[in-house]
């Protein structure tokens, strides 16, 4: 089985959205995210592996052009159903590979991949396309290999993969990793009260925000 083969799945999809509308910390954090991307009204917004749409309302609730991405032509039906009013117009959904962006150079403001490129291998790839296509800022939640819960998912998966079992993807990367595929990255965490902080024990933390200026623009 291909990895991307698992997202591909409509049996994926049904159990990501029951996940996602139970899980009050990842949408509480959700607005935090937005708030370090800087979004603005007037501005156009890509969310790459945008599933279900969480990102949605909140950015057009902001008065932001939302561009959703995602491999899975499930995930986006479920995003498509958030689309209600006036937001209609401030939506674009589009089924792609987050490794190769069917947009031209520099066509966002600002881009985000946020529970996503942690289940992609080649992650590099995913933040060369984010910095084509987006002209000030992006950010990107990434898992630190050096975290003992991302180390042993990472082992878990490799074993259940070896063994020809059904595994969920997971590619937590080496703290020099993360500084070798973002330049100048700004680095935080969540705390347990869902606030972001930054300092040098993050290789340690289990998932990263890492946020980068584009051409110094912020």
């Known amino acids: 089985m291909r990895d991307v083969d698992y997202f591909l799945d409509p049996a994926y999809s049904e159990k990501w959205v029951r996940a996602v509308r139970s899980n009050t910390t990842l949408n509480e954090r959700c607005e935090v995210v937005l708030d370090v991307l800087g979004v603005r009204p007037g501005e156009t917004i890509l969310d790459v592996g945008a599933g279900e749409g969480r990102f949605m309302p909140l950015i057009t609730g902001r008065g932001a ?3 959703g991405v995602d491999i899975s032509p499930h995930m986006l039906a479920h995003a498509k159903s958030r689309m209600h009013g006036d937001g209609r117009a401030l939506c674009d959904l589009v089924v792609a590979d987050a490794r190769h962006l069917p ?3 520099k066509v966002v403001d600002r881009a985000l991949c946020y529970a996503t490129a942690f289940v992609i ?3 590099e790839e995913v933040g060369r396309e984010m910095r084509r296509v987006a002209k000030k800022l992006m950010l990107v939640e990434v898992s630190s290999l050096l975290n003992p819960r991302a180390l042993r998912g990472a082992i878990l998966n490799r ?3 070896l063994l020809g079992r059904r595994y969920l993807p ?3 990367l080496k703290p ?3 500084l070798r ?3 100048r990255p700004r680095i935080y965490y969540f705390t347990g009260d869902n606030r972001l902080r930054s300092g040098g024990s993050w290789p340690f933390r289990l998932n990263l925000i890492v ?3 584009i051409d110094g623009h912020g």
């Open 65 to 67: 052009y939302y561009v």
């Open 103 to 105: 947009f031209r150079d």
């Open 121 to 123: 291998p080649e992650q």
């Open 159 to 161: 074993i259940r993969k």
């Open 170 to 172: 997971y590619f937590p």
């Open 176 to 178: 020099k990793d993360v």
């Open 181 to 183: 595929i973002f330049r």
């Open 211 to 213: 946020v980068e200026d």
